[in-house]
């Protein structure tokens, strides 16, 4: 089941800007940039459960020059602001921003003299990521929006010109919809996991019961 079996003939046609944008979003590396609580739900991304690596991007760079995405994970201090912009500077292009959380997207509850209201203001943000703090499924559909981003990216200022003429632009379709299972071994699947997912955070009615009746015990009464 390989890729040569699925090509007529063994034959693949592209162009030069789809195989170079499919090479860049298969290949990003992020340079994590994690400031408050949002840091936690991005590292979250890169264990067994969600399996960043599944997109090419398990290297988390710590070095600007070997990175091109950087994901803002937290409130920008006016302080920070500076270094922000300098680890930015330091990133070869193309380079894309994901502002992670209301924190970092607006300033979230922080309205005040010393945090930046938007990161917008120090770097050009690709993607905002809403939530506080976003679960790491937010992150990973926001991820596979960029990539759609990327995909659609002009390779020259003149192919850029007609796209604009033209109005072309990305859909931004939910995760969930565009990557939804169609076949019904697929949905089987899917519909396991997703209970396995329910029990093991205590979603399920067996398992909520069963902490309802302990919880009686503990506290001898009915509970609050």
Not at 29 to 48: R, Y
Not at 65 to 82: E, F, H, S, W, Y
Not at 131 to 145: N, V
Not at 166 to 180: L, Q, Y
Request: proline share 7%.
């Amino acid at each position: 089941m390989g890729l040569e079996e699925k090509l007529p003939n063994g034959i693949l046609l592209a162009n030069v800007e789809k195989l170079v944008n499919w090479t860049r979003k298969t290949s990003m590396w992020p340079a994590t940039f994690g400031l408050a609580c949002c840091a936690i739900e991005m590292m979250t991304v890169g264990g067994s459960r969600y399996d960043i690596a599944r997109f090419g991007m398990e290297r988390f760079s710590a070095t600007p020059r070997q990175a091109d995405l950087m994901i803002v994970a937290g409130r920008v201090t006016n302080k920070m602001a500076p270094v922000l912009r300098q680890i930015y500077d330091q990133m070869p292009e193309p380079r894309w921003v994901l502002s992670m959380g209301v924190c970092a997207s607006t300033g979230g509850m922080f309205n005040n003299y010393a945090v930046v209201q938007g990161v917008d203001h120090v770097v050009p943000v690709d993607m905002y990521l809403p939530g506080c703090p976003p679960r790491p499924e937010m992150l990973l559909d926001a991820i596979l929006k960029l990539h759609a981003k990327i995909m659609d990216e002009p390779i020259n200022a003149k192919r850029a010109q007609i796209k604009a003429e033209n109005g072309e632009t990305t859909p931004m379709i939910p995760s969930s919809e565009r990557f939804a299972p169609t076949g019904r071994t697929a949905l089987k699947r899917a519909e396991r996991q997703q209970a396995a997912q329910r029990k093991e955070m205590g979603a399920d009615n067996e398992l909520g019961m069963a902490g309802v009746e302990q919880r009686k015990e503990i506290t001898g009464g009915e509970g609050r």
